[in-house]
């Protein structure tokens, strides 16, 4: 199972110097891939393609950037772009993300969101797989009176969505290539997430999905100090009716009791929970929350597991 970390560098002096010089040390512990975020700061996948250019072997991604507010034509430029960068180490992950942060940050209205993301996803595969569309929906229309291929991405760019409701996990499980779960544990995944994507996949002939799994978690030999740090930041995602149904379905009441916190032996358990309930990777976000040392600790843990 591969493992990785999300990078977010938003507090240093300079973002991508920082960004790059963890990508580094990641690839240097025997972690895998590094994730990226997209809120209004950094361009998520040209971070991804400076990182893997510099960081060659390391698998990059991005996670997720939202589809309201974006058009796939723009979308497929920048992927594209990223993965003839890092010659084919690219992935795209794409969000619904919420209506607060979608009306007041661009100024649309929040509406039909899953027909969005259908007809997304539809016009955004064409795109990087055929480097041309015409596509023409109810929400969407993508047309490429020239060309839209960027050479060496021929292969195309593999399409993750972070869903986790039952009409998001079917349109990903038809559509797209995997999925991108975040605080979903694993009962969560095994009981309601995996199978409905894999069904979805399954009914429209399309491989099994990949289940990237998104965990908040860290080593620490305070675990106590470090899930109640979790339980402030994460607080955030409370808000929101598909994160707060997620962590209901986990067995847990807040969302930071569905982070993975503890000694090595403890983490490195969870991190076989989340392979046994489906997850096909795992990727660790906020390892930094108990300081440095135990996110070097953290991330040297990691990378143990994954060499195997």
Same mark, same amino acid.
């Given at each position: 199972?591969?493992?990785?970390?999300?990078?977010?560098?938003?507090?240093?002096?300079?973002?991508?110097?920082?960004?790059?010089?963890?990508?580094?040390?990641?690839?240097?512990?025997?972690?895998?891939?590094?994730?990226?975020?997209?809120?209004?700061?950094?361009?998520?996948?040209?971070?991804?393609?400076?990182?893997?250019?510099?960081?060659?072997?390391?698998?990059?991604?991005?996670?997720?950037?939202?589809?309201?507010?974006?058009?796939?034509?723009?979308?497929?430029?920048?992927?594209?772009?990223?993965?003839?960068?890092?010659?084919?180490?690219?992935?795209?992950?794409?969000?619904?993300?919420?209506?607060?942060?979608?009306?007041?940050?661009?100024?649309?209205?929040?509406?039909?969101?899953?027909?969005?993301?259908?007809?997304?996803?539809?016009?955004?595969?064409?795109?990087?797989?055929?480097?041309?569309?015409?596509?023409?929906?109810?929400?969407?229309?993508?047309?490429?009176?020239?060309?839209?291929?960027?050479?060496? @991405? !021929?292969?195309? /760019? =593999?399409?993750?969505? %972070? $869903?986790?409701?039952?009409?998001?996990?079917? +349109?990903?499980?038809?559509? #797209?290539?995997?999925?991108?779960?975040?605080?979903?544990?694993?009962?969560?995944? @095994? !009981?309601?997430? /995996? =199978?409905?994507?894999? %069904? $979805?996949?399954?009914?429209?002939?399309?491989? +099994?999905?990949?289940?990237? #799994?998104?965990?908040?978690?860290?080593?620490?030999?305070?675990?106590?100090?470090?899930?109640?740090?979790?339980?402030?930041?994460?607080?955030?995602?409370?808000?929101?009716?598909?994160?707060?149904?997620?962590?209901?379905?986990?067995?847990?009441?807040?969302?930071?009791?569905?982070?993975?916190?503890?000694?090595?032996?403890?983490?490195?358990?969870?991190?076989?929970?989340?392979?046994?309930?489906?997850?096909?990777?795992?990727?660790?976000?906020?390892?930094?929350?108990?300081?440095?040392?135990?996110?070097?600790?953290?991330?040297?843990?990691?990378?143990?597991?994954?060499?195997?």
């Amino acid at each position: 199972m591969t493992l990785g970390v999300a990078l977010s560098a938003t507090a240093s002096e300079n973002q991508i110097d920082t960004t790059v010089d963890l990508a580094r040390e990641a690839a240097a512990a025997g972690l895998r891939s590094a994730w990226f975020g997209q809120t209004f700061g950094a361009d998520s996948p040209q971070l991804a393609a400076i990182v893997g250019r510099e960081v060659p072997g390391l698998q990059v991604g991005t996670s997720a950037i939202p589809v309201f507010g974006r058009h796939p034509l723009i979308v497929s430029s920048q992927a594209q772009t990223a993965q003839a960068a890092t010659h084919g180490r690219y992935h795209l992950g794409l969000a619904l993300g919420t209506k607060p942060l979608t009306e007041t940050g661009f100024g649309i209205p929040y509406e039909r969101p899953i027909a969005r993301l259908r007809e997304f996803l539809t016009a955004l595969r064409q795109l990087t797989e055929e480097g041309t569309a015409d596509f023409h929906g109810e929400l969407i229309t993508a047309s490429t009176p020239l060309p839209a291929r960027v050479p060496g @991405a !021929e292969g195309g /760019v =593999p399409l993750l969505v %972070a $869903a986790m409701g039952p009409q998001a996990l079917r +349109a990903s499980g038809e559509l #797209a290539d995997g999925i991108l779960p975040y605080l979903a544990g694993p009962r969560a995944l @095994a !009981e309601h997430i /995996v =199978p409905a994507v894999t %069904a $979805a996949a399954e009914a429209a002939g399309r491989p +099994a999905p990949r289940i990237v #799994a998104l965990v908040h978690g860290v080593v620490t030999d305070d675990p106590g100090g470090a899930r109640a740090l979790a339980t402030e930041q994460l607080a955030f995602y409370e808000q929101f009716p598909s994160y707060a149904r997620v962590i209901e379905l986990s067995g847990a009441r807040r969302a930071g009791d569905v982070a993975v916190i503890g000694d090595e032996k403890a983490v490195a358990e969870e991190v076989r929970r989340y392979r046994d309930a489906g997850a096909t990777e795992v990727v660790f976000s906020g390892t930094d929350l108990a300081g440095e040392p135990n996110r070097r600790r953290t991330w040297r843990l990691l990378g143990e597991l994954a060499a195997g």
